[in-house]
């Protein structure tokens, strides 16, 4: 009863924010995403009917507190599923910065999820998975389909689930993102537990399933600046929202605006490049392989540490080789 699994971290194109359940994590709303690779995160469980207690470790440290209890949320619905009651040992590691904007939650639950219900032995797809998943974080359920995914809201398992959304092929090959990383805590629960409190709530809402059916859309015919011109006017949207909240939240820092300015700078020389920005201050630059150096090129001289991604697949089961114990 032991699996090890690994999934890619996501970047929101049109992001989730606010939960209609903060317990069950039902988004208010849909959410359409991409995974970026490699990074990725990667988790062993193990299911032991002689163990007493469950121990949970993330990147060589014990888990404990509301991290334990949002983990302990997936397991149970697994243990829940398998119709079992034994006591888990689960490891997991990161290969990329956390907590600074770039969707370690996501990927970490995803991960998860495949881990825990392959060690359990049920046989779900990744849709089913993703509903599982979507427990620890709403994002985590796009991370198990992968690539360009859209959760859906609902009310239960069957509808709150996410499925992977077939794109045109040059989306999937030539899209490169470029990690901008600015290092800034923040407190993305604390974001979506006050965002319906924003005055402007209601106009996302309004606005929002129209931005979703452009973006498929968009992505469909393999529209490269329709679409990532959206993700950019998204979180600004977004940013407005969570800013204009009762805590009024502002996650940006000034190298996140300095790499906003390089990146308009970079369009007026027919660069085709946009950012992006989740909750937090680090910022995706979205440009193509053709430009990609430049592009790196110049986030990096706003004085941040870089990385080059390209979009990741849906999460996976690995060979037993690679398990972290």
Known sequence: ????????PIQGLVKYHGMRDEELRHPYH????????????????????????????VDGEPVEGKGADRIRSVVDEVR???GIDHRVRFASENSF????????????????????????GLDLSRPEVSAIARRGSASAARAVTGAYSHLRTGTDDEDCRSERIEVADELEAEVRV???????????DS??????ESHMFEGRMAHIHGQIAKMRG??????????????????????????????????WQPRTIEIFNAVRELREDDVPVYFSVDTGASVYVNTTAEHVDRVEEVVADCGVDTRVWEVGGPAQILDESEALF
């Open 218 to 251: 968009e992505l469909r015919d393999g529209d490269f600046d329709a679409a990532f011109e959206r993700a950019e006017h998204d979180s600004l949207s977004l940013a407005a929202t969570t800013m204009t909240g009762p805590s009024g939240w502002v996650y």
């Open 1 to 8: 009863m032991k699996a090890t699994a690994k999934a890619h």
């Open 191 to 196: 974001a979506h537990a006050e965002a319906a």
């Open 80 to 82: 829940d599923r398998a």
């Open 97 to 120: 910065p956390t907590n600074i904007g770039f969707g370690s939650s996501a990927s970490g639950f995803a991960a998860a999820a495949m881990a825990l219900s392959e060690a359990a």
């Open 178 to 188: 470029v990690a901008g990383m600015v290092p800034s805590y923040k407190e993305t």
């Open 30 to 57: 849909d959410s359409i995403s991409l995974c970026t690779a490699p990074s990725h995160t990667k988790t062993t469980v193990e299911f032991d009917p002689d163990r007493e207690a469950d121990e949970y470790v």
